[in-house]
């Protein structure tokens, strides 16, 4: 899929805005006289990187690095803080010798080739805003493995304006830049859904669940958590008239090794689900690994754990750290689904 995000905003206000807009839309000087050109990214860029980035994210994984979203081409144009007295002629040119405070340039021979095929806009006379020309990004040959450190950028700067304009000193930079997530665990935390083919036999499961600060524990019918039916549930653990939410810790035995996408863990009813909970996996009852944690914002009844690529496991473990609702509520947990 391609992503193309134009740098720049519609027309700001004129005369008028470097006097009375907002520190964000200041340029240069409040009040300075000369007709500037600049780029503004239309676009929720990174936090931690400059105004004016257009920025992907890397995840580097236990199984290797993963690109989140694939990027196309970056549409570039400039604006300008006064009506173009006369046709304004703008170049650009990528830059990656220049340093950003607290960033990356990009790693050398990392195999991201970036180029401008057309270079030059122009802002036509009387107009605020220029024509767009592309940036092309070509991963074809790229070493994700090279980006081991946190944020990159690679600049792209306003290297000449002609037609009595100068270019904006603090606003003459778009830049490209590659955010980087670091795993620890085989958790992605942006699959959402079940993922591979449910596995039916169950036979040879066995289960069990405890609540370490109330001292309760047993074991699980396995019959309620593999019959894929919400409206038969294992067990209960209610809130604490004071609210406080306890861990309830899920333990599960696959009978033996198994090459597994994930796992999906289903509760009774939208007030009777998780908050958040961290996954763990083993393959022999002893080691554990922690896979990661995830968080929701909803109560929805299903919580879903996918890896990154099908992992070995037997046993799985859940650690459930707070659930929903109030005094008489707490946490009913239904089915428990595994995936290859």
């Given at each position: 899929?391609?992503?193309?995000?134009?740098?720049?905003?519609?027309?700001?206000?004129?005369?008028?805005?470097?006097?009375?807009?907002?520190?964000?839309?200041?340029?240069d000087v409040v009040g300075n006289p000369?007709?500037?050109?600049?780029?503004?990214?239309?676009?929720?860029?990174?936090?931690?990187?400059?105004?004016?980035?257009?920025?992907?994210?890397?995840?580097?994984?236990?199984?290797?690095?993963?690109?989140?979203?694939?990027?196309?081409d970056v549409e570039l144009y400039v604006?300008?803080?006064?009506?173009?007295?006369?046709?304004?002629?703008?170049?650009?040119?990528?830059?990656?010798?220049?340093?950003?405070?607290?960033?990356?340039?990009?790693?050398?021979?990392?195999?991201?080739?970036?180029?401008?095929?057309?270079?030059?806009?122009?802002?036509?006379?009387?107009?605020?805003?220029?024509?767009?020309?592309?940036?092309?990004?070509?991963?074809?040959?790229?070493?994700?493995?090279?980006?081991?450190?946190?944020?990159?950028?690679?600049?792209?700067?306003?290297?000449?304006?002609?037609?009595?304009?100068?270019?904006?000193?603090?606003?003459?930079?778009?830049?490209?830049?590659?955010?980087?997530?670091?795993?620890?665990?085989?958790?992605?935390?942006?699959?959402?859904?079940?993922?591979?083919?449910?596995?039916?036999?169950?036979?040879?499961?066995?289960?069990?669940?405890?609540?370490?600060?109330?001292?309760?524990?047993?074991?699980?019918?396995?019959g309620n958590v593999t019959d894929n039916?919400?409206?038969?549930?294992?067990?209960?653990?209610?809130?604490?008239?004071?609210?406080?939410?306890?861990?309830?810790?899920?333990?599960?035995?696959?009978?033996?090794?198994?090459?597994?996408?994930?796992?999906?863990?289903?509760?009774?009813?939208?007030?009777?689900?998780?908050?958040?909970?961290?996954?763990?996996?083993?393959?022999?009852?002893?080691?554990?690994?922690?896979?990661?944690?995830?968080?929701?914002?909803?109560?929805?009844?299903?919580?879903?754990?996918?890896?990154?690529?099908?992992?070995?496991?037997?046993?799985?473990?859940?650690?459930?750290?707070?659930?929903?609702?109030?005094?008489?509520?707490?946490?009913?947990?239904?089915?428990?689904?595994?995936?290859?």
């Amino acid at each position: 899929m391609k992503l193309k995000y134009i740098l720049g905003l519609s027309a700001m206000a004129l005369a008028s805005a470097a006097l009375t807009s907002c520190d964000d839309d200041q340029y240069d000087v409040v009040g300075n006289p000369d007709n500037l050109v600049y780029v503004n990214i239309a676009h929720d860029y990174p936090a931690n990187m400059p105004k004016n980035t257009y920025a992907f994210d890397l995840y580097q994984t236990p199984v290797g690095p993963i690109l989140n979203a694939t990027p196309g081409d970056v549409e570039l144009y400039v604006q300008c803080t006064k009506p173009a007295p006369a046709d304004i002629t703008v170049k650009f040119e990528l830059a990656p010798e220049v340093e950003v405070d607290g960033l990356d340039k990009f790693p050398e021979n990392s195999g991201i080739a970036v180029t401008l095929p057309e270079n030059t806009v122009t802002i036509p006379k009387g107009a605020n805003r220029s024509n767009s020309v592309v940036a092309n990004i070509d991963l074809t040959n790229v070493d994700w493995s090279k980006f081991d450190g946190t944020a990159y950028v690679l600049p792209i700067r306003i290297s000449s304006v002609s037609g009595g304009a100068v270019a904006s000193v603090e606003k003459n930079f778009a830049y490209i830049g590659v955010n980087v997530d670091h795993k620890d665990g085989m958790i992605n935390p942006g699959a959402t859904s079940p993922e591979g083919s449910r596995i039916t036999d169950c036979s040879a499961w066995t289960g069990s669940y405890s609540v370490p600060a109330i001292g309760r524990s047993g074991n699980i019918n396995m019959g309620n958590v593999t019959d894929n039916n919400q409206w038969t549930y294992a067990f209960f653990i209610a809130n604490h008239a004071d609210g406080v939410n306890e861990e309830v810790v899920l333990d599960f035995d696959l009978g033996s090794v198994q090459k597994i996408r994930g796992c999906m863990f289903r509760y009774y009813f939208a007030w009777y689900t998780i908050k958040d909970g961290t996954l763990y996996t083993s393959t022999d009852g002893v080691d554990y690994t922690e896979q990661g944690t995830l968080s929701w914002s909803d109560n929805g009844i299903e919580r879903t754990f996918m890896f990154w690529a099908p992992t070995e496991v037997r046993y799985i473990r859940l650690i459930s750290h707070s659930f929903y609702g109030g005094t008489g509520e707490g946490t009913a947990f239904s089915d428990f689904n595994v995936y290859e």
